[in-house]
């Protein structure tokens, strides 16, 4: 195997928060290979959008690590002083945000935002980044660039907006590049669109994807490998096709018979897992699932679960799932 | 955008029309005869009678009320009831000098409060950001009139490098210009605190919107984040704030120039009022209303041509 363009290594963070801290992420551990496809998954609030932020170093002013590396091309991104870490960004690594109505400043043009969102290009002029971004986002598919770049972000439709966020986030060639949710907020139609548009884009660019989101379809449609998240841990790993035919973890399990795409007849009705995700101020001894999951035993509740190697590239954190 | 600009203006003429009718029911509910306080005790029954036909004091009340309005729309304010002099020239005399000092006032205090202001959120939670809030709380807390005097004391008493009062030699702009320091020090300076912590409190909470998290995910300086993609939002309600802050200015700026011996309207009025000359006294305080309504109503035109959402809503 090549060397992974962006690896995670045990990586913990926690938010300190009013009365104690929310230990967000715990031993994380990824990678992703060049020009490969990773989706994460998991229920909202279990850290999705911790972890993407991570992986550009955007978290918030309360995150704290408290274990672990990021590299991004063979760096270790959090030793690296803030002017290096920011020089990566935008060249190594590009982000699309899951809400395209607010990711853009209201009071500047598309045109010079996308200018400016070039300032890690050396040597180029304002001209060129210009023209850069203009054919970009005709290559996004925006029928007029020209008029798009003259425009305010909220002139634009909500689809149109996150064509331009996946537009801003290709200016720089990344080589890898990180979407948390970038469907979520647009509707089906949509969503169908952006996700043949970021397939037709990563097979020009040959960038690798992180792509978030807790829609399976999404991920089915376009990734290589599944990560599927539960309270901060990956508790299940694998290549996207043996995770849908063959889901080991409970977690997965679960999660994939609530997938309304899944749901052959409609009963009018979506499953729901039972239960809430555990309090991350104090979490659980044993298995983080435990309370909810219907394999549990007592040994579940008191130790850790281990990792458990199913196969190449997969693997689980479950007590009771076999090699 | 047309509509909202009719319907500002329309609210500001009503406002204006509003203010004018308080004045004059001001003037006629205040015990005692304007004209022989005016005059004082000695004066004669005739002497009276003339000063209160010079007044406009003779006539019914609603018809002086219509007769101020109709000629103030015309542009005409009447004549001082001393000198004869229409108010109006008087005014378009000293306003200028009034003028001039709230714009210097606003302009360093804005200045030096954006720029405070932001670099207290370039370094936030460090040591020069809870400095500089001392120094912000410190400065608003201080009053306007004991900076003027201490200013006179240091900078013209002491160490003589500026002078202490008057408005410059007419035809010098450098003497006018050093006799403007001092005032508009005086003045600003509470301003400086105000417009920092306010600059302060609005560009943190544009910091924690998602389109700054945006410019930084691309690599922006700190710098460029904090002063184009922050400031240019947070800087939207200090817009509105400063016509409130000229008009409160301007209010100041009568005290401010007593103090400073300074030719300007705030001179104006209060011999006007000390003198019971109600012709200047109800002319002035038009002219500055108009002139403050007009200010707010242009700010607030401004605003909807700066903030493009608004611009859009008002489209609509
Ligand atoms: N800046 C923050 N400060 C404190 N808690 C946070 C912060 N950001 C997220 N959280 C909390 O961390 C948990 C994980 O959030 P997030 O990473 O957004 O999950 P997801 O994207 O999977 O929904 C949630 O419980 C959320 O409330
Ligand atoms: S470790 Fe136990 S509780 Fe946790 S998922 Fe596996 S079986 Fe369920
Ligand atoms: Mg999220």
């Known amino acids: ?323 | 955008m047309l509509r909202y600009a009719v319907k500002r203006i329309a609210l500001a003429v009503v406002i204006l029309i509003t203010v004018m009718l308080a004045m004059y029911a001001m003037v006629f509910l205040v015990p005692g005869d304007p004209a022989s306080l005016a005059l004082g005790p000695r004066a004669t029954p005739e002497l009276k009678a003339l000063l209160r036909e010079r007044m406009g004091l003779d006539e019914p009340v609603l018809w002086q009320v219509w007769h101020f309005f109709r000629s103030a729309a015309t542009g005409d304010l009447g004549y001082d009831v001393w000198s004869k002099r229409p108010v109006l020239d008087q005014i378009l005399e000293f306003f200028p000098n009034t003028l001039i000092l709230g714009v210097a006032a606003l302009g360093w205090a804005l200045t030096l409060g954006i720029a405070l202001g932001a670099t207290a959120v370039v370094w936030r939670d460090t040591v020069a950001d809870r400095l500089l809030g001392i120094l912000s709380v410190g400065l608003i807390s201080v009053p306007a009139f004991v900076v003027a005097i201490y200013a006179i004391l240091i900078f013209a008493v002491w160490l003589r490098w500026l002078p202490a009062i008057g408005a410059g030699n007419p035809g010098d702009p450098l003497s006018q210009l050093r006799a403007l320091v001092l005032p508009a020090f005086a003045l600003g300076v509470g301003w400086v605190g105000y417009l920092a912590r306010l600059v302060r409190a609005s560009l943190l909470e544009v910091m924690g919107e998602n389109h700054i998290r945006t410019a930084r995910a691309f690599g922006l300086p700190e710098s460029r984040v904090v002063l184009r993609y922050g400031l240019r939002v947070a800087i939207i309600p200090t817009i509105a704030l400063m016509a409130v802050g000229l008009g409160s200015i301007l209010s100041s700026a009568v005290f401010v120039e007593t103090v400073f011996g300074r030719p300007g309207i705030g001179t104006l009025i209060t011999g006007a009022v000390q003198k019971r000359n109600y012709p200047v006294v109800m002319g002035t305080v038009l002219f500055m209303t108009a002139f403050y309504l007009f200010i707010v109503t242009a700010a607030d035109l401004l605003i909807a041509r700066l903030d493009p959402r608004v611009r859009d809503v008002l489209r609509r």
């Open chain 1, 1 to 323: 195997m090549t060397d992974p363009v962006l690896s995670v290594e045990n990586l913990s963070l926690r938010y300190r928060v009013p009365g104690g801290s929310l230990q967000v992420l715990r031993d994380v551990s990824l990678s992703v290979q060049p020009g490969e496809v990773l989706g994460i998954a998991g229920e909202s609030g279990c850290g999705k959008s911790t972890l993407a932020a991570a992986m550009i170093d955007l978290t918030g002013a309360n995150a704290e690590r408290t274990a672990g590396t990021i590299r991004l091309s063979g760096r270790d991104i959090l030793s690296l002083g803030q002017a290096d870490r920011r020089r990566m960004r935008g060249r190594d690594v590009a982000m699309v945000f899951q809400d395209p109505m607010t990711a853009f400043s209201p009071v500047l043009t598309m045109g010079s935002q996308l200018v400016d969102f070039q300032c890690n290009l050396d040597g180029v002029s304002r001209r060129e980044k210009s023209d850069r971004a203009r054919a970009m986002l005709a290559r996004v598919g925006l029928s007029d660039p020209d008029l798009a770049m003259t425009r305010f972000p909220h002139e634009l439709s909500g689809g149109m907006r996150q064509r331009a966020a996946i537009a801003a986030a290709l200016l720089m060639r990344p080589a890898v590049l990180i979407a948390d949710e970038p469907t979520t907020a647009l509707d089906v139609t949509m969503e169908a669109q952006i996700i043949h548009l970021l397939r037709e884009l990563q097979a020009d660019y040959g960038c690798a994807i992180v792509i978030v989101t807790h829609h399976l379809g999404v991920i089915a449609e376009l990734c290589d490998r599944v990560a599927v998240m539960y309270a901060g841990q990956v508790v299940e790993e694998a290549p996207v096709d043996a995770l849908y035919h063959d889901p080991r973890h409970p977690y997965t399990r679960a999660l994939l018979a609530c997938d309304p795409a899944r749901i052959e007849e409609h009963t009018g009705r979506l499953p729901a897992i039972g239960g809430r995700l555990p309090d991350l101020t104090a979490p659980p001894p044993g298995c983080a699932f435990a309370p909810r999951c219907p394999l549990a035993s007592d040994r579940c509740r008191t130790l850790p679960p281990p990792r458990v190697t199913i196969g190449p590239g997969r693997a689980a954190l479950c007590h009771e799932v076999a090699p």
